[in-house]
């Protein structure tokens, strides 16, 4: 198991790999929640917190034989959660900054597969907020989502997913942490249920696939693209294109049929919007991708 004593704070080049491993290896990674862990009760002041250690990934873990313009395929085997979450409302900051005038913080138990919420019970699903590998270039914050994934809040990301990320950097220097133990689409109040625990993975590189550098991911029989960018607008627009892409390279249509299809079967989802950008997915039944081999 890769323990969390090492973490990181932004995603790098740079960085040195803390754990080495192959191709098809099963691994257990430790993670704190979001906040570092600097969170024990709701009496606590987020303004008495470190904001330098916030979104910590556990890692970076080095896979063999990963190259630039390969895809690491990502296999979330497991996700265990610890038994305390916590939430908070924070002034200025997501879609309802304006309308909180001091911080809040609400914590939660998860020892059973529903938690409390005032008198309401709401069931648990655990989840992967901050998964990615180094960048193309420079540091990217672990609060921040590109096409090296990162924080992209994207609830499908769980149990049983198959991630691809592409690969820029020798190694690919993999991370991930932010776990969740519920959160809606777009995260719109900055925070789900953050929550330290840990995941079990599998990787495995693949070659020689064309892919222009945003993650794709597989769940339940459907085929996912993701898109990250500064404007909700420019995120759709991008996660369009990459769909696009991927259906013309799947049936060899030509770009008309192509386009009209996904306008009969693609869905439209919002992974976030209360990050520095806004990360989208759109959602295509994977039996139209059986000749792309992934």
């Known amino acids: 198991?890769?323990?969390?004593?090492?973490?990181?704070?932004?995603f790098s080049k740079d960085l040195k790999p803390v754990l080495t491993v192959e191709p098809g290896e099963i691994i257990t990674i430790e993670t704190l929640d979001a906040f570092n862990n600097q969170i024990n009760d709701a009496t606590q002041k987020l303004d008495e917190l470190d904001w330098n250690k916030?979104?910590?990934a556990t890692g970076p873990i080095y896979v063999k034989t990963a190259e630039p313009g390969d895809f690491l395929k990502v296999t979330i085997e497991g996700i265990e959660l610890n038994s305390t979450?916590?939430?908070?409302?924070?002034?200025?900051?997501g879609v309802f900054g304006n309308i909180h005038k001091k911080s809040t913080i609400k914590m939660f138990n998860l020892e059973d597969e529903f938690t409390e919420f005032n008198d309401l019970v709401l069931p648990i699903s655990p989840m992967i907020g901050v998964i990615g590998v180094a960048p193309e270039n420079g540091m990217v914050p672990n609060g921040e989502p590109g096409g090296h994934g990162g924080n992209m809040d994207n609830r499908l990301i769980t149990l049983g997913t198959e991630l691809y990320l592409p690969v820029f950097h020798p190694g690919a220097l993999f991370g991930l942490g932010d776990?969740?133990?519920?959160?809606?689409d777009g995260e719109v109040n900055v925070t789900g249920i953050e929550v330290s625990g840990k995941v079990t993975l599998t990787f495995e590189v693949l070659k020689k696939i064309k892919h222009h550098n945003h993650p794709i991911f597989k769940k339940d029989g459907s085929f996912y693209c993701l898109y990250s960018a500064d404007t909700l607008d420019e995120a759709v627009e991008g996660v369009s294109n990459e769909m696009l892409y991927w259906i013309t390279e799947a049936l060899q249509y030509d770009l008309s049929d192509s386009a009209m299809l996904?306008?009969?079967m693609a869905d439209l989802e919002i992974c976030q919007v209360v990050d520095p950008k806004k990360t989208v997915r759109m959602?295509?039944?994977?039996?139209?991708f059986r000749n792309l081999n992934l």
Do not use: D, R, T
């Not at 776990?179 to 809606?184: C, E, I, K, R, T």
């Open 54 to 56: 916030v979104n910590p």
């Open 1 to 10: 198991m890769l323990s969390s004593n090492h973490v990181f704070y932004g």
């Open 179 to 184: 776990l969740h133990a519920s959160m809606g």
């Open 283 to 288: 959602k295509m039944p994977n039996i139209y």
């Open 262 to 264: 996904l306008s009969l």
């Open 85 to 93: 979450g916590v939430m908070a409302s924070i002034p200025h900051a």
